[in-house]
């Protein structure tokens, strides 16, 4: 992080919130709740109100997290969530490189997809995929 690009984002925080804001904001420049300290992602929350004093710094996903519907939805939650994402992906390109395989041995679109409990169509998708891989 460049001294300007930090100075132009403490100005910025004081035109928006005031004084006490981009002080608070000076001394804790990353997510207080993540590892995020890019500057572009990182704001100010009010955590009582703007009427009160008490604040955090958060990136833009903590920020919205935290004003959403779902409070106790976490980092971790996130990290949980990444984590069985890569899960469904690894598992959907093991199948996929079995479709193949069942392809290249001469079975029809249709005889893959009543293997695998699919459609020909997203049979016809896999073998598209890992061809063009």
Do not use: W
């Not at 390109?93 to 395989?101: P, Q």
């Amino acid at each position: 992080m460049t001294k300007d690009a930090f100075m132009r984002k403490i100005v910025d925080l004081r035109h928006k919130y005031g004084h006490e804001e981009a002080e608070y904001f000076k001394n804790h420049p990353s997510c207080e709740t993540c590892p995020e300290n890019r500057l572009a992602a990182l704001t100010i929350h009010h955590v009582e109100g703007r009427s009160k004093k008490i604040f955090q710094t958060l990136c833009f996903n903590c920020h919205m997290i935290v004003h959403s519907l779902y409070p106790e939805y976490t980092y971790q939650n996130y990290l949980d969530f990444l984590d069985d994402k890569n899960a469904i992906r690894s598992d959907r390109l093991k199948r996929d490189r079995l479709i193949v395989e069942s392809f290249r041995k001469g079975k029809s679109l249709r005889q893959i997809g009543r293997d695998f409990d699919l459609s020909h169509n997203t049979v016809r998708d896999a073998i598209k995929r890992l061809e063009n891989v």
